[in-house]
């Protein structure tokens, strides 16, 4: 998806009528706050005539009208045309699905809500074979990854590197470090699903264990950032170079 410029911020709108703070010296609203607030009223309003817009958001609707064709040349809005008596048809426009990642979201609290709530029904127990269920589809996902784009042959080097390629994909800001003395290093800077590992271990603990079954059971966790640290960093040493070779379905 592309995004309109002035689009990112859009959580940060509450309302359909850009503030002061937002329109410039001579009372119009900035081109980046008008586009957040056109789709907001869009998505409350439903389909909407540019005319139905202007008004809503007090501009004009020749500025509506510009940043409504934008808006649909990134993809995040759509127009269709209705009849109504005679004359031309009226279009009408509307937030395509792509927008909906604009608007906010609260995974981490849905996700450490649901966390909660298979705790409540079967403890930790249950918790822990939850996150060894995901494990075991992470480590599928992984392996399939890692056999694209290595060599049958390929080194420790080479996957730690690709691992922490695929990590990085996932929101973990992972890279592989090898240090002035050689030790080679898997360090990820952000914690993708930081809720949940402040709540539970099971995680953490699963997260461990997959990197053992990936490059073998000497991996260690150095750092961690759920406690206090500022990356969670695993050293693999070079006796993990040949990791047993697991099944894709691994408890």
Known sequence: MSEAPGTAGLEAGSGSNPPASERRSDGAPSASALRRHILIHLRRSGPSSPDAVASAVEASRTGVLQQLHALEAAGLVSHSAEKHGVGRPRHLYDVTSDAQ??????????ASGLVK???AVGGDDLVEQVFAARRRQMGDRIRRRM???LPQAATLVERVQVLALLQD???????????????LHLREHNCAIDKIARRTSAPCEA???????LLGPGVERESHIAS???CCSYIVPDTA????RTPDRAD
């Open 169 to 183: 994909e996932a929101g973990y800001l992972a890279e592989a470090v090898v240090a002035d003395d050689g030790a």
């Open 147 to 149: 056999s694209e784009q």
């Open 207 to 213: 997260e461990l264990a997959l990197f053992r079954e």
């Open 241 to 244: 170079a040949s990791p047993e």
């Open 117 to 119: 709530a298979i705790e």
């Open 101 to 110: 990642g604009l608007f906010p979201v609260d995974y981490g609290g849905f």
């Open 228 to 230: 206090g640290d500022r």
